[in-house]
């Protein structure tokens, strides 16, 4: 079945860094768009950032943009988050996602549980 598995994730200090992972297994990871969506209490989820399903185009949410970088290994079906220069208005739980694309051209949306991000002193 589809798994989405994020790790990574922890308590760190402002102006720390963090690399999430997200492992996915039971699709063809290549022919999945991949995103990491944050959801902090009490607000909407957003998105973080985006990447293509060969990593040839990203997109960042704009307040994110130059702290964070999103790359993805086809090799290993693992998309990653580099979080850099954290503050504490980061902390939420952090989500991978996947816009998948079957061979039928249905696209499904498959989501992983999330991964708790604390920046805090």
């Given at each position: 079945?589809?798994?989405?598995v ?15 992972s ?8 290549s ?91």
């Amino acid at each position: 079945q589809v798994q989405l598995v994020e790790s990574g994730g922890g308590l760190v200090q402002p102006g720390g860094s963090l690399r999430l992972s997200c492992a996915a297994s039971g699709f063809t990871f290549s022919r999945a768009a991949m995103s990491w969506y944050r959801q902090a209490p009490g607000k909407e989820r957003e998105l973080v950032a985006g990447i293509s399903n060969y990593g040839e185009s990203t997109n960042y949410a704009a307040s994110l943009k130059g702290r964070f970088t999103i790359s993805r290994d086809n090799a290993q079906n693992t998309v990653y988050l580099q979080m850099n220069s954290l503050k504490p208005e980061d902390t939420a739980v952090y989500y991978c996602s996947a816009k998948y694309v079957a061979r039928s051209g249905l696209y499904y949306d498959y989501w992983g549980q999330g991964t708790q991000v604390t920046v805090s002193s």
